[in-house]
């Protein structure tokens, strides 16, 4: 099947720091992934739409300064969280479109990222 | 659009009961859903999938019904197991815009 691997599963930065989270496509490729976010007792919320070779699409209300996107490879897309305040505090998830995924998408199993 | 859950909705049943676990979706425009199924700390796991031409589909132990009428859809799952313990997530998908929404999600927990 298809296979997202996500990297770190979870990381702990200080305040005012950037951290950069990994989502990897381990056994196909993958042009399109989705970076979501998703605070405790609450659903994911999608953030962008990665693409490969272009700059990433923003959703409504997400900030692309803070929320930088890289999609520079197949099998590679990272989300690095700029500048990370306690509120950035979250659970980021990447999905990656995959005709061999269940569904069609393939999800990662997701960083816990908390700023102290 | 977006549906944005600000609680997870809690739905307690016993081990070998049937749940049914409800979901609204925004988009009258949907043409795909998708009920996932995240366990604590996990990403969403595919549990089973229903094109707008359709109005049901079953699965093995599972059920989803759609109701485009009123842009509603349902997962029933048959004899429900404690392994079944989990938050539920419907998202749908309109194929132009080749992503998903999530709704708001519900907590499944099954009692031994």
């Known amino acids: 099947g298809a296979v997202v691997s996500q990297h770190p599963s979870r990381v702990i930065c200080k305040s005012g720091t950037s951290v950069k989270i990994e989502c990897r496509s381990l056994d196909f490729q993958a042009t399109t992934m989705f970076w979501y976010r998703q605070f405790p007792k609450q659903s994911l919320m999608l953030m962008a739409t990665?693409?490969?070779?272009?700059?990433?699409?923003?959703e409504q209300g997400v900030e692309k300064d803070k929320f930088l996107i890289n999609h520079a490879s197949l099998t590679l897309s990272t989300l690095t969280v700029t500048s990370a305040h306690p509120e950035d505090s979250s659970f980021y998830i990447c999905?990656?479109?995959?005709?061999?995924?269940?569904?069609?998408?393939?999800f990662g199993s997701g960083t816990r990222l908390t700023v102290v | 659009g977006e549906s944005v859950g600000l609680h997870l909705p809690t739905l307690s049943v016993q081990e070998g009961d049937n749940s049914i676990i409800n979901c609204a979706y925004s988009n009258s425009a949907s043409d795909y859903f998708i009920w996932y199924k995240q366990e604590s700390g996990k990403g969403p796991q595919f549990i089973i999938d229903?094109?707008?031409?359709?109005d049901k589909r079953q699965g093995q132990r599972v059920t989803v019904l759609l109701n485009k009428t009123v842009k509603h859809l349902s997962l029933q799952i048959a004899a429900t197991q404690p392994g079944d313990s989990a938050v539920y997530f419907c998202a749908e998908n309109m194929n132009n815009f080749n992503k998903f929404y999530f709704g708001s999600g519900t907590k499944l927990n099954v009692k031994p």
């Open positions: 999905s990656a479109k995959s005709i061999r995924g269940l569904g069609g998408y393939t």
């Open positions: 990665s693409n490969e070779g272009s700059k990433a699409t923003y």
């Open positions: 229903i094109r707008s031409n359709m």
